[in-house]
């Protein structure tokens, strides 16, 4: 899941999609969920909740028709999709769905209300700006509530979801979503991790692959290479599977 909620499609995001799937080695769901286009004065068929409607309707499809074990799937998105990805947990708990095995937010964008002071403080580092996010999230919410949870899920009852992974930059304008929401998380007793990485702007794992060297040790010098990795051997141990068949595609010898 990934887009702004008004615009991206699964083809927009299919490189970043592949890329993972090839590393872990397991199949992919992506989801076009309906978007709440700019520019279209009284449009609402994409506006919110129909993200997080499209999505759930993905996962009950999965776990249902599918055949698919929740404790084998694993949610994930970047950007508007790391927000959406907490949100389709809070709605699986309120349906009384079984909980997936874990979600991987990239990038979270789950504050619409932008209230996080590294809108302030990481202005200029990075390429999203508050002005911009204050737009995007009115062009999706359409007059509803930012603060509503399945919009804004750092504003949410956070208990009895799944294991989180949150990987975020450390330049990002919206560090604080991923930081605020680990916390938010490790105080409803939720098990999360938060792992920043510095200098990095947002969505920076989903950025080139290309023209980086290799450490001695055959590991990724990249952030954005070390964290693809990184959520690619999450995903697996999350699912109970081995984390050590990924393949690391940058030693000299990998063989895909």
């Not at 890329?19 to 520019?39: A, E, I, N, Q, W």
């Not at 959520?231 to 068949?245: H, I, K, W």
Request: charged share 20%; proline share 7%; glycine share 14%.
């Amino acid at each position: 899941m990934a887009g702004r909620y008004y615009r991206g499609n699964t083809r927009i995001e299919a490189g970043g999609t592949s890329f993972l799937v090839g590393l872990s080695r397991v199949r992919c769901l992506t989801v076009d969920y309906r978007c709440s286009p700019p520019d279209t004065p009284g449009y609402t068929t994409g506006a919110f909740p129909a993200a997080v409607d499209d999505c759930f309707a993905a996962y009950r499809w999965l776990i249902g028709e599918g055949g698919a074990d929740p404790a084998r799937v694993v949610l994930g998105g970047c950007s508007a999709g790391g927000g959406l990805s907490v949100a389709l947990l809070l709605m699986i708990r309120e349906q009384g769905l079984p909980m997936p095995a874990a979600a991987i937010p990239l990038s979270p964008w789950v504050d619409l209300t932008q209230s996080g002071e590294t809108m302030h403080t990481n202005h200029g580092k990075c390429f999203i700006t508050k002005g911009y996010l204050d737009w995007a999230a009115g062009q999706y919410l359409q007059g509803a509530d930012p603060r509503s949870p399945l919009a804004s899920p750092l504003f949410a009852d956070l208990r009895g979801l799944a294991p989180i992974l949150i990987i975020a930059g450390g330049d990002e304008t919206l560090l604080d979503d991923a930081t605020l929401l680990a916390a938010a998380v490790g105080r409803a007793g939720g098990e999360v991790l938060c792992e920043i990485y510095q200098g990095q702007v947002h969505g920076f794992m989903l950025g080139d692959m290309e023209g980086c060297t290799l450490e001695l040790d055959g590991g990724p010098t990249n952030p954005a290479r070390r964290a693809t990795v990184r959520t690619a051997r999450y995903l697996l141990d999350a699912a109970g599977l081995d984390p050590d068949v990924v393949v690391d595609p940058w030693k000299p010898d990998a063989k895909l």
